[in-house]
């Protein structure tokens, strides 16, 4: 039986860099629905554009493409003993079709975690983010600022590089994020909680003690 644990939460819950952490420890992919879609960037077709679109204002994608995605990175080798679901699913059709999904496989979701974080904090989460240009390193410029800023412009502590800003994590978009997730996904909580699989996780801690808070959830569900 796989290890597929749902991570939830509000835009810049910190769900990304929890999946990181926790992919590491348990041995499976995370398989983030966000950079699913940004890698179609590269794509130059009408769908890969609309995405882009989409993703910009902060609405949703579709959940038949969602869906089809996701069911297409769960059918790939290292995604056969279990997952780290971040920002999937999102929506009521999204959690139905994933459990019809694991249910033909004879697996099923083990945990969802629910990152709590308050609107104000989530806004300066999301609004703060940057990365180096290869992505490997993420900083906040409130939470976590890299050491050095010339000429208003944050850089990259190993490689001195200006640092880049995700195409929707600007004022609007990032509310408009927000918004969308309390009226589509926060509703699921009561999808998961009667069926007993829901943990709720304060998200305004340490990136260590959210972490350590997560792990143990997901032991006392093994
Ligand atoms: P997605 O990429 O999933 O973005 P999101 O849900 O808006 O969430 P974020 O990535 O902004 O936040 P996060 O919780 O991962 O926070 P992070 O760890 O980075 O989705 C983007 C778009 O794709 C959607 O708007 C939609 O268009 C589309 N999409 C994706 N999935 C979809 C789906 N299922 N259906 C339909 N459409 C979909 O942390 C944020 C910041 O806070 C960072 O700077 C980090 O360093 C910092 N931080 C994290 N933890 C802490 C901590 N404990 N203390 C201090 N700082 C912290
Ligand atoms: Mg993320």
Known sequence: ???????????????????????????????????????????????????????????????????????????????QAGAILDGYPRSQGQAQAL????????????????????????????EGRRFSLDKERTYNIYFNPPQYRVAGVWLDDKTKEPLIQREDDYRDAVVRRIDVYFETTRPLIDFYQAQGKLVHVNANQSIEAVSEALIQAVEQHR
């Open 99 to 126: 459990d019809a999904m694991l249910r033909e496989r004879g697996q099923q979701v083990k945990l969802v975690a629910l990152l709590e974080l308050d609107r104000h904090l989530a806004i300066m989460r999301a």
């Open 1 to 79: 039986m796989g290890i597929f644990i749902i991570l939830m939460g509000v835009q810049g819950a910190g769900k990304g860099t929890q999946a990181r952490l926790l992919s590491e420890k348990y041995g499976i992919p995370q398989v983030s629905t966000g950079d699913l879609f940004r890698a179609m960037k590269t794509q130059d077709t009408p769908l890969a554009r609309e995405v882009q679109e989409i993703m910009k204002r902060g609405e949703l994608i579709s959940d038949e493409l969602t869906n089809r995605i996701v069911r297409e990175r769960l059918a790939q080798d290292d995604a």
